[in-house]
């Protein structure tokens, strides 16, 4: 599932975006019991904060608790997301990829920092960020929140990888 962010777009979530559309035409893919399993009870919440999972029938008619604070149903959505991709890579390898995250929100990257949270789930989270990756992250405007997730991340630099260079990378590590 990939993602990809863009320097002009206002969008919330941006990082996550394309990655939810992903993960909500899989498990349109799925039976109904296994959507049924894969879904925590708290799945209605994350349908507010990406309102495309509304597609998903479990979801469409489901109507989400009320009497949380916004920070509170947020934090409630990033854990249901994370327990939705963690049931997903239980079945399958599941890989998420954000493009230019440089430009991200800081709402993209709290939730980055709560998918890549202790004990993190079986799943592979990569990301490509322009420019020096040992440059302060403070001079880099939202990059900042990445001091929280700098120690569950592997920083590489590259240049441009050629489609073999990067399915080996991959192999690297989640292996063949």
Known sequence: MSGRCYEQELL???AFDGIVDALCRHLLTLSPDHVERILPNE?????????????????????PQSGHDPGELRHIAFVALREILARCAADHPVILFIDDLQWSDSDS?????ELVRPPAGKYLICASVRGDPNEPVAEKGTLRLLRDVRA?????????LSQREALALVHEFVGP
């Open 43 to 63: 799945a209605p919440i994350l349908a507010r904060v990406f309102p495309v999972l509304a597609r998903l029938p479990q979801l469409s008619m489901a109507s």
């Open 152 to 160: 569950a991340l592997r920083i590489a630099s590259m240049n441009r």
């Open 12 to 14: 919330p979530y941006k």
């Open 109 to 113: 990257l709290l939730l980055l920092s």
